[in-house]
């Protein structure tokens, strides 16, 4: 015989266990907006001449949409740049970045879009680019919020003319993604769109005569989120989970005359952030990225000759310590240049 207080406790058992699985089914899980896709070194080498970085007339886009009602194509959005590269330089080599952000899927019939990695077509200087050498995205599983970030790399070496140092380049980047119209099957008009955050060329080059100059590039996309709402981190996240790392291995430090980090970080737009190298105490800098040159786009050079070693660590954190709660709120780590002047010819 069952007792009536043994069926009671097995029903509440039941029903708590049914309670549980509705309730994981239904929660989405918490946003993890922590540091956690470091840079990859994506190549290395030597050259006698130098290094430039150059983000032309970048500014963030209005959102690109695959279908425009009025040309009937996807929308487009045009950088020009120019490499600065000196007289009588050759071209080493040349990468295109394409940063962008906020893309997704729109979907009318949810509270929220559906985020989605960028289509786009990036056409250099009249040169279609085709598929990007590497594509790196990051996306956070925010309720709501769900859209990826993300760094599309273009090898360029071939179409940039050192012979022509004031030469300009003109990009222009289109969303690609195909669109069918609203056919029905899908939540929403079925059009995406994303936001350019900016258009940058690395270029490396030789001189005649020059010293040894020794680089090592990274590339990635890595964003954070780090906010203080008057009692607590959001998402739990403080300063010291949102150190976006780019490692730089067996680097040349023998008959080393200085040393340099460039340092790309998308949306980085405010005081409130810290560059580490290395670990050292005496090896950081506060507000490197303060919306130079605006506010959705930061990027900056910084002497770490002090601090160099075979193997190399840089930290770009978002907030300046877990016991100040300004912060940055949304940053990401794109892009780190590691680049070694030698004495050696």
Known sequence: MIRKSDINLHIGMAMLFLCTALVLTVLPAAADYTADKPLTEIMNGMVT???????GNSSYSPK?????????????????????????????????????TWSYLNDTNSSSNTGMEANMNVVFNGLDLGAPTDHYTDQKEASGYDYPSGTCAYDVTSYVDATDPSKTYVVKVTNAEPYNGDDGDTDGDDKCSFNIQAVG???LYNQSGGTNKYYYIDEGCDVTYVKWTGSSWTYGIKPSDAQCVADFT???????ESATLTTVVPSGGTPYNKLYFNSFSSGSWEGLWNANPY??????????????????????????????????TQMQAANAFLLVNTTTT
């Not at 001449?49 to 983000?55: A, L, Q, R, S, V």
């Not at 959705?296 to 310590?321: C, I, P």
Request: no cysteine; hydrophobic share 30%; charged share 10%.
């Open 295 to 328: 506010a959705d786009f930061s990027w900056t050079t910084t002497d770490v000759t002090s601090y160099l070693a075979t193997d190399n660590e840089a930290k770009m954190q978002n907030g300046l310590n877990d016991n100040n709660y300004n912060t940055d």
């Open 49 to 55: 001449g130098g290094m430039n970085y150059t983000i």
């Open 250 to 256: 067996n680097v040349n430090t023998n008959n080393v």
């Open 201 to 203: 060329l690395l270029t």
């Open 64 to 100: 690109l949409w695959n279908y425009n009602s009025t040309t009937s194509t996807g929308d487009s959005f045009y950088v020009q740049l120019q490499p600065g590269l000196p007289d009588g330089a050759t071209n080493h080599s040349a990468k295109l970045y394409v940063y962008y």
